[in-house]
């Protein structure tokens, strides 16, 4: 059996996470959030109070880290040398400083290759959702199922500003202009930036619910199992 690849790319904030968890879990696959893995770096730099504007030092933080990452959609843990940082790779100061250390070619060459090893060892197990940023383009161009998953940038920052715990307006305009800047770092950076793959299906979240999307992605999936 060659097993199954789902790819899941697009902009923070458009359900990606929710939707990729859901496919894996209804098709028995395994879960591969590659955003955790970049978010991991990011804190590692910021904890050894690199400057993350270096690429070399940068660099030299992601050669050094050991990185483990599970593979399970209910339960996906991230560990550097040991420690858990699920929590920690989630704040805010995350969040803002993780673009500039993914676009250093070092870095993703690395978190790439990792990705790929992982991959290669879920398909023997059936297979792998795997959610992203350049997942269909550059670490599983061959997947069968590619996914561009987009949402308006209102309806983005609206949900990640209520994953935060955020009440304010003025608290969903900063998210908003966060997530703005994030995503024009992401698409513009010159390694691997965010884009439409070739061969993906594209699926607005601001018109379409969870299970719409998620309907949609298993009636292309389910046959190829
Ligand atoms: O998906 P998430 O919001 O957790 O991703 C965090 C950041 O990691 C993105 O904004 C992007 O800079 C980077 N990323 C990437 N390539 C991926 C996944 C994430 O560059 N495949």
Redesign the pocket.
Known sequence: AGGLVVAV?G???SG??TVSRQIARQLRLRYL???????AI?QVALDRRIDIEDPVAVAEVAERTVLTIGTDPDQSTIHVDGVNLDEQ??TRA??NA??????VPAV?AR??AQ?REIIAESLAAGGIV??????GS??APEAPVKVFLTASTEVRALRRSRQLGEKGVDDVARTLAELDR??A??SS?TV?P?SIPEGAIVLDSSTLSVSEVVDEVMRRSEHLL
Do not use: F, H, N
């Open positions: 790319d902009p923070g904030g990606k996470s959030d590659t955003g955790a893995m970049y978010r990011t790779i989630r995350v969040t993780v673009s500039a250390i993914a676009a993703r978190l790439v990705q795997v959610e992203g940023r350049d997942i550059v670490v994030r995503d770092l992401d950076r691997d965010l």
